[in-house]
């Protein structure tokens, strides 16, 4: 039987801020234009014609859900999105301190 457990890896933030759906409770947002209330299961952003490469969540992850969301989009890369906003404000204290 499969379980989902969640891994680290390192990504390049700009690869993911410029190719992820986030789905939060009641709708989804393209990351890169900001627009909202497009349909979790896009592929692409309707707006900008961004390809959705991640999915980030704003909300309670359902196991069933991300089954369907692996079933139907098996290249898409499911990040967890309070480690996506703890890695950006790593970024931007570093560009603060000019490191
Ligand atoms: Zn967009």
Redesign the pocket.
């Known amino acids: 039987m499969k379980g989902f457990i969640r891994q680290w890896n390192e990504f390049e933030l700009k690869d993911i801020e410029s190719g992820m759906i986030v789905v939060g409770e009641l709708s989804s947002e393209?990351y890169?234009?900001?627009?909202v209330g497009i349909d979790k299961k896009a592929r692409a952003?309707p707006?900008?014609?961004?390809f959705f490469k991640y999915m980030g969540f704003r909300r309670k992850l359902q196991i069933p859900f991300l089954k369907k969301i692996k079933e139907e989009h098996p290249s898409l890369i499911l990040i967890d999105f309070d480690d996506f906003k703890k890695a950006l404000g790593q970024r931007e204290a570093r560009k603060l301190l000019d490191i």
């Open positions: 393209c890169n234009c900001h627009e952003c707006k900008c014609k961004t």
